[in-house]
């Protein structure tokens, strides 16, 4: 796995801010506005870097690649109030944080206690791929999965086992924004588009990156009371119009995700995102059914509604009213 580039080739997030400089103190100085203030220093006898920064911020979440083009010791200290995700698209780097260390590659990203001192040693040839992640965003979406406050602050386990198939499954998330970016997509210029993609980079990352609050995101949830269903999907169909997460739902009706999902598969056969979808599948076809086809592009009203696969929409569009979106379109 990697998006090392050819020679030749594009980087990674070409389209953002970037930076290319072999100054160090303009790396660092541009660098720490992206992140946090921090110490840099060259190492091996090195005395200039040959930097590499490119950085794109999409509401509470970041994508940075980053590149020295020398071996460094980078020192931030306590992050404070964001997480890091650091994967190396190639070499290696040496990650403290606190009392905890790995030794971090293509295979072992870095996930950073933002409340710990943090010291990096990263290698000559470590370019990286960074998910900048908003601490308070991140664990207000916990809470709300819980159904609860949080008793104490948010801690991943140091390294990220890039093999692990829920890891594989939230980096596929991460590629499918930096795509959108790189390409110049549209799903980051819509705002129900791009709040769906964001949830569900925060609540795969909390499924599969180990944590304090593991286990109680994997617990057996509580049987749910239809009454309390009921409340969910009729909020769902006033609300579908809306950037509305299952983390939302779950809130709003008083219950933990978990649960929510578990009373959706108990009494209607479905998830609350399955329910959602359906709906908003029904307002896309009436929006078809009634537009003028000279006026109206289909893809754009499928993003609109939180459709980010245009493949799978038409997919699932097909099975569901038996005719493609366009030939709704056309009458």
């Avoid at 100085?29 to 840099?40: G, M």
């Avoid at 029904?282 to 009203?301: G, I, K, M, Q, S």
Wanted: hydrophobic share 40%; charged share 25%.
């Amino acid at each position: 796995m990697t998006d090392q580039a050819e020679p030749g080739a594009a980087l990674p997030l070409a389209h953002g801010e970037h930076l290319s400089t072999r100054d160090v103190d303009e790396a660092r100085e541009l660098v720490a506005r992206a992140f946090c203030s921090h110490q840099l220093v060259p190492l091996d006898g090195h005395r200039s870097v040959d930097a590499r920064f490119h950085s794109v911020r999409l509401g509470q979440v970041g994508l940075h690649y980053l590149d020295y083009g020398a071996e460094v010791r980078i020192a931030p200290g306590q992050l404070q109030d964001f997480f890091l995700v650091q994967m190396p698209l190639a070499g290696r780097a040496e990650i403290t944080c606190g009392k905890e260390s790995v030794v971090s590659d293509p295979l072992t990203a870095s996930v950073p206690a933002p409340d710990e001192d943090l010291v990096m040693r990263w290698g000559a040839d470590n370019p990286q791929l960074i998910v900048w992640i908003d601490r308070a965003g991140l664990e207000e979406h916990l809470s709300r999965m819980l159904g609860r406050p949080l008793v104490r602050p948010l801690r991943f386990d140091l390294g990220m086992d890039m093999s692990q198939q829920a890891v594989r499954s939230w980096r596929n998330v991460v590629d499918l924004l930096r795509r959108e970016v790189d390409t110049e997509g549209g799903i980051p210029a819509e705002p129900l588009a791009m709040t769906e993609l964001q949830r569900l980079l925060f609540s795969q990352l909390l499924l599969a990156q180990p944590n304090n609050y593991s286990s109680v995101l994997h617990r057996e949830p509580l049987p749910s009371a239809p009454k309390v269903i009921k409340q969910a999907v009729e909020l769902i169909e006033a609300h579908a119009a809306e950037p509305l997460t299952v983390e939302d739902v779950a809130e709003a009706v008083g219950l933990g995700v978990r649960a929510l999902q578990e009373g959706f598969r108990r009494f209607l056969d479905t998830t609350p995102m399955n329910h959602l979808r359906e709906v908003r599948l029904r307002r896309v076809h009436e929006e078809l059914r009634l537009a003028d086809p000279a006026r109206t592009n289909v893809t754009e009203v499928a993003v609109r509604w939180g459709f980010l696969h245009a493949g799978r929409f038409s997919v699932q569009y097909r099975q569901r009213f038996g005719e493609s979106p366009s030939a709704t379109l056309r009458g």
